[in-house]
């Protein structure tokens, strides 16, 4: 069983910056896919960024496409998510995933999930 733990989020002024952390413990990091979505209030869980197992792939959703890097750690079982430019739209629920594919986009593909951290952008 596989267990994540998000860390980074905040509050934070619109232009501005975050990075956001993802700690995986119980599993074999390096053979997982990891993604990371984000939830606002009254909206759908939205694909931020995932990444493959050897951080040869990237995808991005389209709306931070250009502002957002995901990055990964095998040795520490970590995965990140740099934030630039933030926007006040950019609020929400940030929650990290991991799946057994190689490259993963869509809800369903992800079986494990951290409890998410608040991000929050003012204008």
């Known amino acids: 069983q596989v267990q994540l733990g998000e860390s980074g989020g905040g509050l934070v002024q619109a232009g501005g910056s975050l990075r956001l952390s993802c700690a995986a413990s119980g599993g074999m990091f390096s053979t997982l896919a990891m993604g990371w979505f984000r939830q606002a209030p009254g909206k759908e869980r939205e694909f931020v960024g995932g990444?493959?197992?050897?951080?040869?792939?990237?995808r991005y959703g389209d709306s931070v496409k250009g502002r957002f890097t995901i990055a990964r750690d095998n040795a520490r079982n970590t995965v990140y998510l740099q934030m630039n430019s933030l926007k006040p739209e950019d609020t929400a629920v940030y929650y990290c995933a991991a799946s057994p594919k190689d490259i993963a986009t869509k809800r369903y593909e992800f079986d494990y999930w951290g409890q998410g951290t608040q991000v929050t952008v003012s204008s």
């Open positions: 990444i493959t197992r050897g951080s040869i792939n990237t």
